[in-house]
């Protein structure tokens, strides 16, 4: 499977996200594991993650490695850094329990606020 990650593409910050997570990516020289992106309430998303369904703002984006396995939040956010080329020792990093708490608390604040803080994306 290759890895997923389900976002809100109506938020600012989160597609400004999904872009920097594609440049980081692109940097690597062999770029032989993709991601893939879903807007939350694409029927793909709700399919692999059913409780997205009739969901009318997503709390946390969320990360399917290829595994299938599933993550949310902050560590949803570790996985996908852990997976970019030299990103390991920046999740290793965001791992260390003080370290973590912090960016659990910043994780959950940002996101609550974030249409206030970014705004939506301007669609044409």
């Not at 309430?41 to 692999?48: D, G, K, N, S």
């Not at 949310?72 to 990093?93: F, K, N, S, Y």
């Not at 329990?97 to 301007?122: C, D, E, M, N």
């Amino acid at each position: 499977m290759t890895p997923i990650v389900i976002y809100d593409a109506d938020c600012r910050l989160c597609e400004t996200s999904r872009q920097w997570i594609v440049r980081w990516a692109a940097l690597s020289r062999r770029n032989d594991r993709p991601m893939r992106f879903l807007h939350f309430e694409e029927p793909e998303a709700v399919r692999l993650q059913p409780d997205l369904g009739g969901v009318g703002c997503l709390a946390a984006f969320r990360y399917l490695d290829d595994e299938g396995r599933a993550w949310e939040g902050e560590q949803a956010a570790i996985q996908v850094v852990r997976r970019l080329p030299g990103g390991r020792p920046v999740a290793w990093l965001l791992s260390l329990p003080g370290i973590y708490r912090l960016t659990q608390k910043s994780y959950h604040w940002i996101a609550a606020h974030r249409y206030r803080l970014f705004g939506p994306v301007a669609r044409h």
